[in-house]
């Protein structure tokens, strides 16, 4: 049915779609054969094409895909941080289908520790290290915010574009597991594998700062602005894990070992 005015908001209604709220102007009552074709196997399985348009953009263009929403561009893009939380309740399902299929269990689980105070720190960073990782939007924000001036964009702006590159870091992450996986077909050593997939991530973030800042700066100037984005990150994540290291051992410290990637 066609309504002059718009079911949901009731503003006056002029095209197909409400100038309001965006709903449909033509609505129909929910028939079986609608709900069953349409709400049911439409809503469980057509994938968004701003999902697939957002990921292959954070592939291979994380920088300019950032500049291009941060500039209103964004009606071909899904929210990059709503698509961020379904890469990782992705990569949290797979992780337990792999664990029901090998029966492999948490790498925490079977592992000695020197201390307690060890094993309370490794376990927290293994309980949480989904959420920790959200930590790079706003340290990456504000490094960039230093750094990257002459592009004359505020922090929130900046958390755009860190946002885009975690995006990116996590659909990485997934392929390196699904490659894991499989790494007894290719016979490739799991430490090379993990120290190959380790340099790739960090090559990935910085080409993602140099995508979106290489029209502002020269080669060298940078150059050594991204080495110093990553000086600032590891200077941040070490005041971060002593805090942490504090926090846990009640300020005794002592003797640490920690090793977050299992």
């Given at each position: 049915?066609?309504?002059?005015?718009?079911?949901?908001?009731?503003?006056?209604?002029?095209?197909?779609?409400?100038?309001?709220?965006?709903?449909?102007?033509?609505?129909?009552?929910?028939?079986?054969r609608?709900?069953?074709?349409?709400?049911?196997?439409?809503?469980?399985?057509?994938?968004?094409?701003?999902?697939?348009?957002?990921?292959?953009?954070?592939?291979?263009?994380?920088?300019?895909?950032?500049?291009?929403?941060?500039?209103?561009k964004?009606?071909?893009?899904?929210?990059?941080?709503?698509?961020?939380?379904?890469?990782?309740?992705?990569?949290?399902?797979?992780?337990?289908?792999?664990?029901?299929?090998?029966g492999?269990?948490?790498?925490?689980?079977?592992?000695?520790?020197?201390?307690?105070?060890?094993?309370?720190?490794n376990?927290?960073?293994?309980q949480?290290?989904?959420?920790?990782?959200?930590?790079?939007?706003?340290?990456?924000?504000l490094?960039?915010?230093?750094?990257?001036?002459?592009?004359?964009?505020?922090?929130s702006?900046?958390?755009?574009?860190?946002?885009?590159?975690?995006?990116?870091?996590?659909?990485?992450?997934?392929?390196?597991?699904?490659?894991?996986?499989?790494?007894?077909?290719?016979?490739?050593s799991?430490?090379?594998?993990?120290?190959?997939?380790?340099?790739?991530?960090?090559?990935?973030?910085?080409?993602?700062?140099?995508?979106?800042?290489?029209?502002d700066?020269?080669?060298?100037g940078?150059?050594?602005?991204?080495?110093?984005?990553?000086?600032?990150?590891?200077?941040?994540?070490?005041?971060?894990?002593?805090?942490?290291?504090?926090?846990?051992?009640?300020?005794?410290?002592?003797?640490?070992?920690?090793?977050?990637?299992?």
């Amino acid at each position: 049915m066609t309504n002059k005015n718009c079911l949901n908001c009731e503003k006056e209604l002029t095209d197909k779609f409400c100038a309001g709220c965006g709903q449909k102007a033509d609505t129909h009552r929910i028939s079986f054969r609608h709900f069953i074709l349409h709400d049911l196997l439409h809503g469980t399985f057509h994938i968004d094409k701003g999902i697939l348009f957002t990921a292959k953009q954070a592939l291979i263009r994380p920088g300019k895909a950032a500049l291009d929403y941060i500039s209103g561009k964004r009606i071909r893009y899904y929210n990059i941080f709503y698509l961020t939380l379904i890469i990782i309740g992705v990569m949290i399902f797979f992780r337990h289908v792999d664990e029901l299929i090998y029966g492999r269990v948490s790498e925490t689980a079977n592992k000695t520790y020197i201390n307690e105070a060890s094993k309370k720190i490794n376990e927290f960073i293994a309980q949480n290290n989904k959420f920790i990782i959200f930590l790079f939007v706003p340290l990456g924000a504000l490094n960039s915010f230093i750094l990257f001036r002459r592009k004359k964009l505020n922090l929130s702006e900046h958390a755009i574009i860190s946002g885009m590159i975690l995006l990116g870091i996590l659909l990485l992450q997934t392929f390196i597991n699904i490659y894991f996986n499989f790494n007894h077909l290719v016979g490739l050593s799991n430490s090379v594998a993990s120290f190959i997939a380790t340099v790739g991530l960090f090559f990935y973030v910085g080409y993602g700062y140099y995508n979106a800042f290489n029209n502002d700066y020269s080669k060298l100037g940078i150059s050594y602005r991204i080495v110093l984005f990553f000086m600032l990150l590891g200077l941040e994540t070490i005041i971060l894990t002593y805090i942490l290291i504090g926090f846990m051992t009640h300020w005794k410290m002592g003797p640490v070992t920690l090793s977050p990637f299992g």
